[in-house]
T-cell receptor
Framework: EADIYQTPRYLVIGTGKKITLECSQT?????MYWYQQDPGMELHLIHY???????EKGDLSSESTVSRIRTEHFPLTLESARPSHTSQYLC??????????????????FGPGTRLLVL | SQQGEEDPQALSIQEGENATMNCSYK?????LQWYRQNSGRGLVHLIL?????REKHSGRLRVTLDTSKKSSSLLITASRAADTASYFC???????????FGTGTRLQVFP
């Protein structure tokens, strides 16, 4: 099991509430990611970070925001949750290893996910 | 979209049979990886194959890569009920700083 944690695991809230999904990793990885995934469907990258004070938007437009004040912590915030935000949110961090080809190999380690239901 | 595609989308087999799933991608790659996702959980890295490799083994897993066809296959031999999960391929390349995940194959292994 990877040392990457997400809380809460499950969250049911009402429309309009502000929520923060927590993600922490103890592996010292610089690069971290947030993905959104509907059940049985593909992953959509919504945010990523190269390291402290770095945040980038992913391929899927999202109304959420992220911050990276500490290497190990990458929280995701929804200011006003809506039913369309109902989904599973997966956090990941990356390990880069030399490959011998001059380009590093990236392996991602995923947290267990947060299932969000907005009523 | 750069996203890879996997087929089949879903596969159901009996325990003991082999399961083969395929991944096709669009751009030249450095590495291709396979991940597994149990229902309601995060993804777990299974195996990585480099662009200059053609075949790789890890336990009951066998991965092949054909860069001329921009495709890869994952073979799980002697499947078990515990292999039931979704399987995703992921690629990285020189012109992107992110892994590109495929659409996934849902494997169901019946006891």
């Amino acid at each position: 099991e990877a040392d990457i944690y997400q809380t809460p695991r499950y969250l049911v809230i009402g429309t309009g509430k502000k929520i923060t999904l927590e993600c922490s990793q103890t592996m010292g990885h610089d690069k971290m990611y947030w993905y959104q995934q509907d059940p049985g469907m593909e992953l959509h990258l919504i945010h990523y970070s190269y390291g402290v004070n770095s945040t980038e938007k992913g391929d899927l437009s999202s109304e959420s925001t992220v911050s990276r004040i500490r290497t190990e912590h990458f929280p995701l915030t929804l200011e006003s949750a809506r039913p369309s935000h109902t989904s599973q949110y997966l956090c990941a961090s990356s390990e880069f290893l030399p490959s011998g080809t001059g380009v590093a190999q990236e392996t991602q380690y995923f947290g267990p996910g947060t299932r969000l239901l907005v009523l | 979209s750069q996203q890879g595609e996997e087929d089949p989308q879903a596969l159901s087999i009996q325990e003991g049979e082999n399961a083969t799933m395929n991944c096709s991608y669009k751009t030249s790659i450095n590495n291709l990886q396979w991940y597994r996702q149990n229902s309601g959980r995060g993804l777990v890295h299974l195996i990585l194959i480099r662009s200059n490799e053609r075949e790789k083994h890890s336990g009951r897993l066998r991965v092949t890569l054909d860069t001329s066809k921009k495709s890869s296959s994952l073979l799980i031999t002697a499947s078990r009920a515990a292999d039931t999960a979704s399987y995703f391929c992921a690629t990285d390349s020189y012109n992107t700083d992110k892994l590109i995940f495929g659409t996934g194959t849902r494997l169901q292994v019946f006891p």
